[in-house]
């Protein structure tokens, strides 16, 4: 029986996210607990407008966290602009400008990862759409660490290519289209 006592909910996505992420956030229910930590790729020098986009629509509150800020319920994360986005063990978020990763800032990977190492089994990933690789080395460590994983159904993205990479690097727990991740999130226990 697998897990779904999640503590997390760590969502990357790049080329074409924004809408699935958008619908994704209006239709959960609106007492969703588990936070989310959300990690897009973004331009860097562009420091508004994705919070306020995300918010029109969703069903929860969405920020960009500050540096050691503590995860809270009923709350979306999104990683700012070129900024990499790691969580602690004490269940805070740090903040990092290193190197970009896979071309990326925030990277994908990283906040997947680090979401793999703290929570491990407690973890559940969501890869999106997008144009490169970034997000499937950190979908096989939640993996790895037996946490739970989604891709989505590289037949419904507007570019697949990093649904993709992460298929030929593990099997996910579930490949589903936006609509089907959606309809799982909101049948988890809060």
Known sequence: MQNT????????????????VSGILANLNRDFKIPIVLCLHRLKHVRSGLVEGLSLKSAIQVLEPNDKE?????????APANYHLFLELDG????????????????????????????REKVLGVLLTGANKDGAKGMKDIADKKGF???????????????????????PNLVLSPKEIVQYLNSLPQ
């Open 149 to 171: 994983t989604i891709v989505q159904d590289p037949a419904t993205c507007d570019i697949d290519t990093m649904p993709k990479s992460a298929l030929q690097l593990f099997d």
């Open 92 to 119: 805070s978020i740090a903040l990092s400008t290193e190197e970009s990763f896979n071309h990326s800032r925030p990277s994908i990977d990283h906040t997947l990862s680090s979401a793999a190492y703290v929570y």
């Open 5 to 20: 006592d999640f503590k997390i909910i760590v969502m990357g996505g790049s080329a074409g996210s924004f809408s699935v």
């Open 70 to 78: 503590k995860l809270q319920y009923n709350r979306v994360y999104l």
